[in-house]
């Protein structure tokens, strides 16, 4: 791999070291991490032409290095550190971590991965068995500082699990890591952070001595070391962080052992699992997964932090390659890729040049019609987002509308927080995960569901067609939800709520071979499965019934008595000849014969 392609990277992602290192963190990664990603773009002659210009879509969620990494930087100079107090790093007040964590040793850890489960037939449980780490006593391991909020970076752990088998053996990678910004008081920067989770079948191979390192060449920089590392290494009389990876496209995890790479391999017929992880606090946000059928349990434990269970099938998700010479792309595709380049953190994890005779200038070319007609470069496109959901599009009809191969995965990630801007308020106004949301679709929406118009909104899109061009590519969407958080979002009361899931396609048409809804737990379970694309809008509404209007019981009534007064008697005389009598009553008369005196 040539120089010229790293200071691509590096240029291409912005001016401060800091966040130049994430970029190379995954960029470089993603060269080292792409075995089963790339081996498939066509690489002939006309791959490296002067002009040409390629758009590939490889599937992956973005792991992180597959090595922990603990970093200061000030625009100036970054340093790799080997905890929070190290000397050199003791001036920065931000740090930048990718902790890879560590397998749970006794019920009181957090920030561990405590178990690893296969499901088979009639989802039988077996329980999976930690080996060993692909590296042990990494040079770029670190201890956690609790008052900063990092974790302890460890390194990537092994699983063994007979009961799901696949090609090579039984060896199973889980990565799952924690990345994040802070400063020393342990307050989150606005870059953010996330949380990921990978399960990957791998086997051991021996992939040669072959070192890459900037510093020194692209050859081995630090004797009898043989795997991946960063250090620092000085540059015009300052010092960047130079990471050095293990030589094979094919090498997924690197390990103490030189040339010994673990390398991917493709699921058994066993494709249902789960992994949990002990945290010492609940991420906060939105889940995006490559996974069918997601389950999520969030526990507390009692010796404090919680247990995040994850339960889900693998998904398998088309790739797509995309090339072509400049002159011959339409003046919208042209303008696609000064669109790209110019708002890179939108468009895709990494790109480079593809030419020996790259320069440092290649970055300023690319950001212009006539400076692109002069370079050659691959854009590895994201799967989230407006732009790579347009890129999808476009370049679907230039593709035969099929996909070039496809992939089998596991793997989950939290949403950081600028990646959260713009959703809805009840997404954000709470601690706690709100939701998953997974799909096969190679390009999606970015963020939780758009709440428009009554109904959460998310749009996919994906060539129509399989990679042998006839068999109808068929669409899967899963949304996994907090139920408080749909009553939130529609103002429900706590009464049950119903759930409906539309497909619809550019002429509205609904398109839902399967659709599932179900509440249980807190949490509300949607699926739409075997619908077609290219780009169709996947709609989800909740609905309350109005409660009924119920006439008031009757009341117990009290009996009414009614005192009347008593009429004063009057006295009066009648008198009959010589005869007198008194008569006394209300209304007094004299007896007949008888006048009143």
Not at 123 to 132: I, M, Y
Not at 386 to 395: Q, Y
Request: some cysteine; hydrophobic content about 35%.
């Amino acid at each position: 791999m040539p120089e010229g392609i790293y200071k691509e990277v590096k240029n291409l992602f912005g001016k401060s070291l800091l966040v130049g290192l994430a970029v190379i963190l995954t960029g470089m990664s993603a060269a080292a991490y792409a075995g089963n990603d790339t081996t498939w773009i066509p690489n002939d002659e006309t791959s490296y032409a002067p002009t040409m210009h390629a758009f590939a879509f490889t599937d992956r969620l973005p792991l992180a290095r597959t090595f922990s990494t603990l970093a200061v930087g000030d625009g100036t100079n970054d340093h790799n550190c080997k905890s929070t107090s190290d000397p050199i790093c003791a001036p920065y007040q931000n740090f930048q971590y990718e902790s890879i964590l560590k397998v749970c040793e006794n019920p009181s850890e957090t920030d561990c991965v405590s178990s690893v489960t296969a499901y088979g037939a009639n989802d039988v449980a077996n329980a999976g068995t930690f080996t060993k780490y692909t590296v042990t006593n990494h040079m770029n391991a670190f201890p956690a500082d609790a008052k900063a909020g990092i974790p302890a970076g460890s390194m990537p752990s092994i699983w063994s699990i007979p009961s799901a088998p696949h090609a090579s053996g039984s060896d199973y990678a889980v990565f799952a890591g924690l990345n994040g910004n802070v400063m020393r008081n342990g307050q989150e920067t606005p870059l953010g952070g996330f949380m990921q989770v990978a399960l990957i079948p791998v086997v051991l191979k021996d992939f040669g001595k072959g070192r890459l390192s900037v510093a020194a060449g692209w050859v081995q920089s630090i004797p009898n070391t043989f795997y991946d590392y960063c250090t620092d290494a000085p540059r015009n009389g300052n010092t960047f962080v130079d990471c050095a990876h293990v030589n094979g496209d094919g090498c997924v995890f690197a390990t103490n052992d030189q040339g010994m790479c673990y390398s991917e391999e493709s699921f058994g017929s066993v494709q249902k699992f789960n992994v949990q992880v002990k945290l010492a606090k609940e991420p906060t946000g939105w889940i995006h997964g490559r996974m069918t059928d997601p389950s999520i349990s969030i526990t507390k434990v009692s010796t404090g932090g919680i247990n995040l269970s994850v339960t889900g099938g693998t998904n398998t998700v088309p790739m797509v390659y995309q090339n072509e010479a400049w002159s011959k792309l339409s003046s919208s595709m042209q303008d696609l890729w000064v669109r790209c380049t110019n708002a890179q953190s939108e468009c895709g994890p990494y790109a480079y040049a593809r030419s020996s005779s790259t320069t440092v200038d290649s970055i300023d070319l690319m950001k212009t019609l006539t400076g692109n007609a002069l370079i050659n470069e691959i854009e590895y496109v994201r799967a989230a987002g407006k732009l790579p959901l347009e890129i999808m599009s476009k370049i679907a009809p230039l593709i035969g509308d099929k996909a070039q191969a496809s992939s089998t995965t596991w793997s989950m990630r939290t949403l950081s927080t600028t990646e959260m801007n713009g959703a809805n308020r009840c997404f954000m106004s709470t601690p706690g995960i709100k939701g998953i949301v997974t799909t096969n679709s190679v390009a999606y929406s970015a963020g939780p569901p758009e709440y428009k118009d009554g109904s959460l909104n998310y749009q996919v899109s994906s060539p129509h067609f399989n990679p042998d061009g006839t068999t109808p590519f068929k669409g899967n969407y899963n949304l996994v939800m907090r139920s408080d958080v749909a009553r939130c979002i529609y103002g429900f009361s706590s009464a049950p709520i119903k759930a409906s899931i539309s497909v619809l396609s550019a002429d509205g048409n609904n398109d839902v071979a399967t659709s599932i809804a179900a509440e249980k737990d807190g949490w509300i379970s949607l699926s739409a499965n075997n619908f077609q694309f290219s780009a169709p809008v996947i709609q989800v509404k909740f609905t309350q019934d109005a409660p009924a209007v119920v006439a008031p019981a009757p009341q117990p009534t009290t009996p009414v008595v009614v005192i009347k007064p008593v009429a004063k008697q009057i006295t009066i005389t009648c008198v009959k000849g010589k005869t007198t009598k008194k008569v006394i009553a209300i209304k007094p008369a004299c007896p007949k014969g008888y006048l009143k005196k």
